[in-house]
């Protein structure tokens, strides 16, 4: 039986409110993405961040630095859980390996970064990855490479006539 699947991301309550569509478009354009889906994905996931962050407050400290190791390995810059209580979406669109080849300098815009992950152009550890949204592995930063294929036609055969 085939899983069911559930929404990565949940729709703002209220649709038409000025001040968030206004700070929604300017993180478009900074970060060169798609649509608002994605930055409501973003949030979707540091609220749940969050929420794992507030129930190890009352755990014990070894199942709390597990926790902000794990973050820590994926990339955010924190030292304790009550920096993970202060993350926000923007942290978490900085770590996109789109954002990453535009801080990399491999590409000049965010929109470029994009159309070169998309066409299979960019690739980390020596595996091309087509997925912008991508989460870089602090480990894995430094190994995002650009692969520029230049795809060559088969050459055809043409009679001169003689």
Known sequence: ?????????????????????????????????????????????????????????????????????????????IASISDALGLDKEDYLKRRLQSIVVDKKIARTAKQARQFIAHKNIAVDNKIVNIPSYIVPIDKEDKITLRLVKKIKPETKTEVGE
């Open 1 to 77: 039986m085939p899983r069911r699947k559930h929404k990565k991301y949940t729709r703002p309550k209220r649709p038409f409110d000025k001040a968030r569509i206004q700070e929604e478009g300017e993180l478009i354009k900074q970060y060169g993405l798609k649509s608002k889906r994605e930055i409501w994905k973003a949030d979707s996931a540091v609220d749940k961040i969050r929420r794992q962050a507030k129930l190890l407050l009352t755990k014990p400290t070894e199942e709390q630095e597990k926790f902000v190791g794990r973050l820590k390995k994926q990339g955010f810059k």
